[in-house]
């Protein structure tokens, strides 16, 4: 990574810009498929599984506070399985930049371009995150300003049409069987990855260790309340099988909103959501191309943009929309499931050499 320095409010930007992506389009159908109406709750349940991993990696970088995860790992696991914790990465944000781009095609196609093949699709969205990992972390940081800026003001649209919203449809609370709690907030993580960037931006943020667990913490907690209210406010104006039937069902609770001046305010936030989706793209391919840097000889170094090649055919791996859904539920259950191990064995280790030193 460059001698680039992230300000704070950087951090907010990436965290929240790189969580809330492809996941919010159909976070609502996904999740009230499993929990019905209490798909919201799940939310709230995997966010907090995700705020407990955040907080443990930043106990761990409080040990360590010159150092990402890929120093570390191998500081504390060895050269040889810390290498191999590191390729493990690569591979990570390689199939899950596929997985973002797949879901960003697919909408794209849906509701712009529904003639376009989605190969042809693709390639603007790849030449774009090509652009930011080229041209490092001080572009990824201020773009992810950027589309902050521009879609915050979109968060609007969850309280907008309350007068719509019937509590009758999320009753009664708390009555599914544990096994759809389970699977539901499995299904419900894949929305929150992307928070594992922390693990690689913690060294170069210009500000002590209080101030980043705040707007660490601060970022995670914005994200869990925009997709539980989001899931909520879905679910209580469309009712369950109304929610169910629909793929992009927050563009279709979007419909349900009038500004003055705005005819068709799902059409504004398609076109605004695509610079969020190629944002968590440019986002996750720096990071694949950042690890194999750090890997290989300086000569080698930006071979690693060629990542590009693995993302895009990966992201055509599956045949339909409905494989798509299944492929983004493997990559959910298998990426956290890997984060939680990497996260949870490094400071139980770093644990254990402190306690016999």
Same mark, same amino acid.
């Given at each position: @990574? ?7 409010? #950087? ?7 790189? =969580?809330?992506?492809?996941? $919010? ?11 019905? #109406? ?9 966010? &907090?599984?995700?705020?407990? $991993?955040?907080?443990? %990696?930043?106990?761990? !970088?409080? +040990? ?5 995860? $890929? ?114 907030? $499995?299904?419900?993580?894949? %929305? ?16 002590? !260790? ?8 601060? &970022? ?16 209580? +104006? ?11 069902? =927050? ?18 936030? =398609? ?8 944002? =968590? ?13 750090? @890997? ?62």
């Amino acid at each position: @990574m460059d001698k680039y320095k992230i300000s704070l409010t #950087q951090v907010f930007a990436m965290l929240v810009g790189v =969580t809330i992506g492809g996941g $919010l389009l159909n976070i609502g159908s996904t999740l009230s498929g499993e929990a019905k #109406q209490d798909a919201w709750i799940v939310v709230l349940i995997g966010g &907090s599984m995700i705020l407990i $991993l955040v907080n443990i %990696s930043l106990s761990l !970088h409080k +040990s360590y506070p010159k150092d990402d995860v $890929l120093q570390i790992s191998r500081n504390l696991m060895g050269n040889l399985i810390g290498s191999g914790v590191n390729i493990a990465f690569i591979v990570y944000f390689v199939v899950l930049a596929a997985s973002s781009l797949r879901i960003s095609v697919d909408f794209f196609s849906a509701w712009v371009l529904p003639r376009t093949p989605l190969e042809m699709v693709s390639l603007p969205l790849m030449f774009i995150a090509f652009y930011m990992v080229k041209n490092g972390l001080q572009v990824v940081a201020r773009v992810s300003e950027i589309i902050l800026i521009i879609m915050l003001p979109f968060a609007l649209i969850i309280i907008i049409p309350f007068e719509k919203w019937d509590i009758l449809n999320i009753l009664p609370i708390g009555q599914q069987p544990i096994l759809s709690y389970l699977t539901g907030t $499995l299904k419900s993580v894949y %929305s929150f990855l992307g928070f594992e960037i922390l693990l690689f931006i913690y060294p170069y943020v210009k500000a002590n !260790h209080k101030k980043v667990r705040f707007v660490t913490n601060l &970022s995670i907690i914005f994200v869990i309340l925009i997709y539980g209210s989001l899931t909520f406010a879905i679910v209580a +104006s469309m009712g369950v099988k109304g929610t169910e039937n629909e793929i992009y069902s =927050t563009i279709k609770y979007s419909q349900l909103v009038t500004l003055p001046l705005i005819e068709r305010v799902g059409f504004f936030l =398609t076109f605004f959501w695509i610079f969020a989706m190629f944002h =968590t793209l440019g986002i996750l391919y720096y990071f694949a191309h950042h690890t194999f840097a750090r @890997m290989v000889p300086e000569k080698w170094q930006q071979t690693g943009i060629f990542l590009a090649i693995p993302i895009y055919f990966l992201a055509f791996y599956p045949r339909n929309i409905g494989e798509v859904g299944r492929y983004s539920n493997y990559v959910a259950i298998v990426g956290f499931t890997f984060l939680a191990i990497i996260i949870i064995t490094l400071k139980l280790i770093s644990l254990t050499k402190k306690r016999l030193s």
